[in-house]
Nanobody
Framework: QVQLVESGGGLVQPGGSLRLSCAAS????????MGWYRRAPGKQRELVDT???????NYLDSVNGRFTIARDNAKNTVYLKINSLKPEDAAVYYC????????????????WGQGTLVTVSS
């Protein structure tokens, strides 16, 4: 069974930094895109940043220059370095992966982590 496990969330002061990690485990044949979404209280989930196996990225305009996504393909892990945190960045951050599991090797499937909470407060 495939699992995505996030870590690294927490309470940070405005202007502070965090690094989120997400590791995919289980019987995985291939992973295409991995990335991060977030849901703030009272808002819909939104894409934050994604990265393909080849390194191509797609990100939310408001995080440009402050968030940096990286990926270790050998470890099936994606990272999100968050700098200059703002109160509006507070949300539950979810890891997402588009992957082929060994249990269904004929198509990509979307998998989600449980989420990690980022709180921004002084």
């Amino acid at each position: 069974q495939v699992q995505l496990v996030e870590s690294g969330g927490g309470l940070v002061q405005p202007g502070g930094s965090l690094r989120l990690s997400c590791a995919a485990s289980g019987s995985i044949i291939s992973i295409n895109a991995m990335g991060w979404y977030r849901r703030a209280p009272g808002k819909q989930r939104e894409l934050v940043d994604t990265i393909t196996a080849g390194g191509g990225t797609n990100y939310l305009d408001s995080v440009n220059g402050r968030f940096t996504i990286a990926r270790d393909n050998a470890k099936n892990t994606v990272y999100l370095k968050i700098n200059s945190l703002k109160p509006e960045d507070a949300a539950v951050y979810y890891c997402n992966a588009d992957l082929i599991p060994a249990t269904d090797p004929f198509r990509y499937r979307e998998s989600w982590g449980q989420g990690t909470l980022v709180t921004v407060s002084s």
